[in-house]
Nanobody, 122 residues
Framework: QVQLVESGGGLVQTGGSLRLSCVAS????????MAWYRQAPGKQRELVAV???????NYADPVKGRFTISRDDDKNTVSLQMNSLKPEDTAVYYC????????????????WGQGTQVTVSS
């Protein structure tokens, strides 16, 4: 059974930094897109950053220049370095991955982590 487990959330002051990590465990063939989403209280879940299997990256406008997404395919991990944090970055952050179970299959499953709280105090 495939699982995504996040770590690294916490409480930080405005202007501070945090690093989130997510590791995929279980039996699978390949991880395609990996991403970080966030959901603030009373708001819809939104994409923060995505990285493809080829290393192509896109960021949401509010985090451009402050957040950096990276992945390590040898360790099945995706990370999010968050710098210059603002109170509006406060949210539960979720790891996401599109995972192909076996090489002969032409579809992927979507997996989500359990979420990690990031709180930025003003």
């Amino acid at each position: 059974q495939v699982q995504l487990v996040e770590s690294g959330g916490g409480l930080v002051q405005t202007g501070g930094s945090l690093r989130l990590s997510c590791v995929a465990s279980g039996n699978f063939f390949k991880i395609n897109n990996m991403a970080w989403y966030r959901q603030a209280p009373g708001k819809q879940r939104e994409l923060v950053a995505v990285i493809t299997s080829g290393g192509r990256i896109n960021y949401a406008d509010p985090v451009k220049g402050r957040f950096t997404i990276s992945r390590d395919d040898d360790k099945n991990t995706v990370s999010l370095q968050m710098n210059s944090l603002k109170p509006e970055d406060t949210a539960v952050y979720y790891c996401y991955a599109e995972i192909k179970p076996d090489s002969w299959l032409n579809y992927e499953y979507d997996y989500w982590g359990q979420g990690t709280q990031v709180t930025v105090s003003s």
